[in-house]
């Protein structure tokens, strides 16, 4: 089937690209045609599709992308998410262990990782502002 992806960026001025996927592929597909065409790093693409952003992992038949549909295209700029991940990870990882109980653990040395594990969460929480 033909969708096409429009380019909600000015530097790319008016520019819609035709594709000729298949239902049952996934989104990450497109990114990756996007890529090899334009040159745009996967990392910097967003996919939107009927005011939805479409994820990597997801095929287009479960968004009901059909023949001649339009998706758009929203670049984010900056520097590849690695960081940023990697800091939601820590901070995922600190509120499980903010999550144990310090006061509940017998050796002082897990009572102290639990603590600092809290404060981290609260630090991380602060600065990013994850909910």
Partial sequence: MRVFVKFLVDTYGDLTIPMDIDSTDK?????????????????????????KRLF???????????????MFLVLLLG?????KCIVGMAHNFAKDL????????EETQMKEIAKRAQSFARDIEAFYRFK
């Fill in 27 to 51: 989104v990450q597909r497109i990114m990756e045609k996007i890529k090899e065409e334009e040159g745009i790093p996967i990392y910097h693409q967003r996919i939107i599709f009927r005011g």
């Fill in 79 to 83: 520097p590849p998410p690695g960081k």
């Fill in 56 to 70: 990597c992992e997801d095929t287009l038949q479960y968004y009901n992308i059909q023949e001649g549909d339009m």
């Fill in 98 to 105: 903010a999550k144990l109980d310090a006061e509940n653990f």
